[in-house]
């Protein structure tokens, strides 16, 4: 996929990154993504903290920066997938590392604070 330079709002690649798969959802959404093609509805109910405005909102986000696909399939029921891109593959590595480094954290705290886990997608 060939980008225009000359549109791209960033100078830094770590505001690059953040801006592509930064804020609350953007990441959780990838990495549900990782173990396949999924529905709008089985998206919602692995997040059921985001409302539908917002799941529409941050998967045309995901789609327009090229990061997954959106199949629509015409049956009727209207059915509709979205999945991962070759170069929303790349972004992987950072999800693993990103987790990898809030389990230390939360570790951490909970150490300290002495309670459990809750468990997560990215465990």
Known sequence: MKRDCSKIPYDCPIEATLGLIGGKWKALILDHL???ALRFGAL???MPKIT???LTQQLRELENDGLILRHVYPVVPPKVEYELTDFGQTVLPILDAMCAWGRVYLDNVREQEGTKAAGCACE
């Open 34 to 36: 990782t173990g396949g």
């Open 44 to 46: 919602q109910k692995m």
């Open 52 to 54: 539908p405005k917002m």
